[in-house]
């Protein structure tokens, strides 16, 4: 059975954006792929964290995860950190990896563009991703458009260590969803909607009052046209509201932008509201069964366990081809 494999740092809450790029993603395969979900917690630290809100948000990930449909019996569910492997190959990786290649990765070229003083880790997390990755041997990674870079360089990574060292690990390729591949902030829709976002009017959170979540809907930014059309580029804000509810309802873009041509902006949101109030509400139901029962210890136990014993093995191979032994 071919294996997909992602995960969703806990630098944030998680956010529409995370359950329509890669969580859905992730339920909708569960039946027919061996799926890997993890938390990337390792990734977090990249930049600032305090302790006590990363330790809740690890726990309120997995919490999510399992809220949102994803199956602990179909899916190994593990925490990166408890993992050490994936640091250890990284490290590997990182020797088979060129600074230019390394530098080209225009998510980090985004975030330092600002001037800010970034740590070294910011800058060499792709490559722990790819460790991440080829460690098990992954054919698919589910992921947001904002991440097919990274799938690119794991790929890039595993492909000149295997042409060095022999044939070691398997190529991963990127698996975009048609759409949702990325869902917009409500107040810039130019921009991704993303957890580490400063203005949570423009993004909307999985653990949101279902109220709260149809007011930012309601005050999402649009254009003055009062023409209910799929344009991305000259209507990102309008063509955002028809994903989201396109990929919430699993209706083909095409016919939502049928169903909605004759409604005024303000009819459109308000539907758009109640389906993501809806979707909320059946996510946070399930979340307060789970979050403080055992559940979540369980499945973490089992998915170390496991993943530790792949990791090892894979790692031995790689130390042993390199000739890291005696
Ligand atoms: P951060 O701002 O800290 O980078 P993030 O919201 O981008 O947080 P990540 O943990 O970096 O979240 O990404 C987790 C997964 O969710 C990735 O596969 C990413 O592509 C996907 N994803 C994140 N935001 C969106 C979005 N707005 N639309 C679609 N997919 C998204
Ligand atoms: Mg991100």
């Known amino acids: 059975m071919k294996k997909t494999l992602t995960g969703l740092k806990p630098s944030g809450e998680l956010t529409l954006g995370s359950l329509i790029g890669a969580i859905k993603q992730m339920k909708d395969y569960q039946e027919d792929y061996d799926s890997y979900l993890f938390v990337p917690d390792l990734h977090a630290i990249t930049v600032p964290q305090d302790p006590k809100e990363l330790k809740e948000r690890i726990r309120k990930n997995v919490g999510l995860y399992l809220a949102c449909g994803i199956d602990p019996k179909r899916n190994t569910i593990y925490l990166q950190s408890e993992n050490l492997y994936h640091a250890n190959l990284s490290w590997v990786l990182e020797c088979t990896t060129y600074m230019g290649e390394a530098s080209r990765m225009t998510q980090y070229k985004d975030k330092t563009s600002k001037g800010e003083n970034v740590s070294v880790g910011l800058f060499t997390y792709p490559i722990l991703m790819a460790a991440d990755i080829i460690l098990y041997d992954a054919d698919y990674v589910p992921v947001g458009i904002d991440q097919k870079q990274h799938v690119e360089l794991a790929r890039d990574i595993a492909t000149r260590f295997n042409n060095k060292y022999g044939n070691t690990f398997k190529i991963p390729e990127p698996l975009i969803p048609k759409t949702g591949a990325k869902i917009m902030d409500l107040q810039a829709p130019t921009k991704k909607m993303s957890k580490s976002a400063d203005n949570y009017k423009g993004t909307i959170l ?70 993501v109030a809806t979707t909320l509400t059946t996510i946070q139901k399930k979340y307060q069964e789970i979050i403080n029962s055992n559940i979540i210890n369980e499945v973490l136990d089992a998915g170390r366990e496991k993943t530790t014993k792949l990791a090892e093995a894979k790692l031995k191979e790689v130390y042993h081809k390199i000739g890291l032994e005696r």
């Not at 991305?232 to 955002?240: A, L, V």
């Not at 919430?248 to 932008?257: A, H, S």
């Open 206 to 275: 999985l653990l949101d009052p279902p109220e709260t979540a149809k007011k930012k809907i309601m005050s999402a930014v649009t254009d003055s046209d009062n023409l209910v059309k799929y344009d991305p580029i000259n209507k990102p804000g309008i063509s955002n509201l028809l994903t989201i509810y396109s990929s919430l309802k699993e209706i083909p873009i095409t016919e939502v932008e049928k169903h909605f041509q004759d409604y005024n902006y303000g009819s459109l949101k308000k539907e758009v509201a109640e389906v």
